[in-house]
């Protein structure tokens, strides 16, 4: 099933919190939704899941509108909101049930429903506490939970594994990649490997637009060739090494490696490579390298490029 | 329908789960026990079978009892965010505002059923033939000024996230439709003086609790009703209305 966001534009008080996005979700695809805080991800979550509407613009959900038939939209949707809000004063089982007979699951599917997630989320041991006794991680597994409950076509994840131990996130990445396979998911999150570990395509958002949209690896090859190589040059002093690094053809940056004596790394334009000239450099100079490192192009720094200009 | 009654049932549950329902109930049949049976000027003392008395007094407990019950009611959702869990399930406002209406008035039916025993004891005191007509439009006349007042507290609750402020927002327009437009009513003469009176709930709930049940007291509770609930609505949807 998929989603299609048609030119959104979200406005508060005059200020564009969405700014004319558009995008499409196919189904088996998993989407990783990325930006800096305040960039509008949940923003535009919420206006796929019907909560707020849009000030311009249209999401369809399996071509229903979520202007003209937002019941139809919910129903295929399963949701978990930002900071995955829950009425702690009731037990597991019961939210579980109230969520699922919300979502119209049939009456005599409930029970086998409810069993299936707790399997699923591992919630087997605190099915029968207040969720407001549980911990943070348990309560996300909860909220997961009743997002999953009417086994639903597309899910909308705000954050989903925030709170998590380190062995929990790797569950539930799987669980989300299992999903994804015959599901549409949208999920959002600051953690950036989380993306290349669950996500089929990344799309990057800033300021309301759509900074980027690719997979992890059309990304990288889109800022490919500006590449940063980490060298150490001895004998020389740091301030000339720098100056002379300076002059070199296609370099764009240079900065030193805390820490590090005589050690800098060196950002390069996407035009061509610099590595001959800088060890040409050190012959004339009479400097010695004796490290010369190119790293690959990390997912961190197309993210801090794209969001900080 | 069924949305409805899946929330209604959640709510009342969540009542008899917490403490509210019981202190509540205590207190109600507390206040409305002590003066309908042991004050001076109780059953006893006026030497009729009726239970005027009890209906004077449950509408004021009533007056505090309701905004207690329906000030959590979208405070808290809107506070710690289930507001959103729950508008993003496929229901509407309106199902979500009707079910917790029919929890507050299921909660108000359920207090009053605790004082069938009062109607019971004072049906056997009565020496000649006993008027029930009377007794069945005083319960009627309670449903219907609590579910006005039951909207009323819902709307309260909606424009908030502070129960207590919603508490008092309810507290003080009961206040105003249970006193003040009477009083106020009193000064003024003339059209403004009825206008004043019609508002006033205690002109409808009088007449009705005396067995006179006009169509032009239906339609008032009936319309108070449901400005709450659009209110309740629009400030539900507010959020929903694009610029």
Redesign the interface.
Known sequence: MEVVIKNLVK?YDGHKAVDNVSFQVNKGEVLGFLGPNGAGKSTTM?II????????GDVEVGGYSILREP??V??L?G?L?E?N??????PVI?FLE??A????VRKDMVQKRIREMVVVCGLGGEKHKLIGELSKGYRQRVGLA?AMIHDPQVLILDEPTTGLDPNQIIEIRKLIKELGKEKTVILSTHILPEVEATCDRILIINKGKIAADGTAANLRSAVQGREIIRIKVEDGQMTDIMAALHTIPFVTKVDEVLGKENTFEVQTERMGSPKREIFKMCVEKGWILTEMTPFETRLEDIFHDLTTN | MRAILIIARKELQSFFDSLIAYVLLIVFLAITGFFTWLLESDVFFIKQATLSVFFGYANFALLIFIPAVTMKMLAEENKSGTIELLLTKPITNWQVLWGKFLACLALIVFALLCTLPYYITVANLSVGKFDHGVIFCGYFAILLTSAAYISIGLFASSISNNQIVSFLIALVIGVIFFFIFGMVSNVFGGALGDTLNYLDFMSHYGSISRGVVDSRDLIYFGSIMLLGMVLSELSLSKRTISE
């Open positions: 406005k919420k899941t019907c909560y707020l509407a849009p000030s311009e019941e139809k919910k129903q949707i949701y909101p900071n809000p829950l009425y702690l004063d009731m019961d109230f969520s007979l919300l979502q119209g009743q």
